[in-house]
């Protein structure tokens, strides 16, 4: 069966410092992967999709970028994190960009820039 | 423009009680429409998916939903609601080229 993994899990961050959150997926090959941000009280903007190696399309402009160095892990990072950088970083995972493909998600992780 | 609406940002009903959760889409077509459940500082659960046929679908948990195309709505309910039912909803849709859109989200609370 397939899985998808985030780490960390929490992480607290200084304004100004760098960020890397990694995303894996096991028990699936070729996916599209995708990172979504959730602001406390909000729903979930979609950040970076990918539906290949080195294929990242983005969303919004922002001050993250994402890289999918292999097939099934999909990376988020900054240079120098801002505090509206703050939220619930959630990767999914879809077996293919097919208009009814399920979208599934991992964990998250609790992103807190102070 | 695309989006999705979900009017009440927060519902409360008693254990027991049925419930239904409003989510209005706007979409140039047919969409392929969904509902996720989100438990507190969790990821998000698929709870249905309606793409064609039966505009009733039925999902986990006891949930069903119904798409009404002239409405351009879909709306979720449960006949009799469980304190472990408490979560943040969204609805949302699949676009082309795989990407979705969501609603902000309802969030629940289940009073005892």
């Known amino acids: 069966s397939q899985t998808i993994h985030q780490w960390p899990a929490t992480l607290v961050q200084p304004v100004g410092s760098p960020l890397s959150l990694e995303c894996t997926v096991e028990?699936?090959?070729?996916?599209?992967l995708y990172w979504y941000r959730q602001a406390a009280g909000r729903g979930l903007q979609l950040l970076f999709y990918s539906v290949g190696i080195g294929q990242i399309s983005s969303e919004v402009p922002q001050n993250l970028s994402a890289s999918r160095p292999q097939d099934r892990q999909f990376i988020l990072s900054s240079k120098k994190l801002l505090l509206s950088d703050s939220g619930f970083y959630l990767c999914a995972w879809s077996p293919s960009g097919a208009l009814g493909d399920t979208q599934y998600f991992g964990p998250g992780t609790r992103l807190t820039v102070l | 423009a695309q989006s999705v609406t979900q009017p009440d940002i927060h519902i409360t009903v008693s254990e027991g009680a049925s419930l239904e959760l409003r989510c209005n889409y706007s979409y140039g077509a047919t969409p392929y429409l969904f509902w996720y459940v989100q438990s507190p500082g969790q990821g998000l659960q698929l709870l249905l998916k309606y793409f064609s046929g039966d505009t009733l679908v039925q999902g986990i948990k006891g949930f069903e939903a119904e798409f009404k195309r002239s409405q351009s709505s879909f709306n979720l309910r449960k006949p009799s609601v469980h304190w472990s039912d408490a979560a943040e909803y969204f609805c949302?849709?699949?676009?082309?080229?795989?990407?979705?859109?969501f609603g902000d989200g309802t969030t629940l609370t289940v009073k005892p």
């Open positions: 028990g699936t090959s070729n996916p599209n």
């Open positions: 949302g849709f699949n676009t082309n080229a795989g990407k979705s859109t």
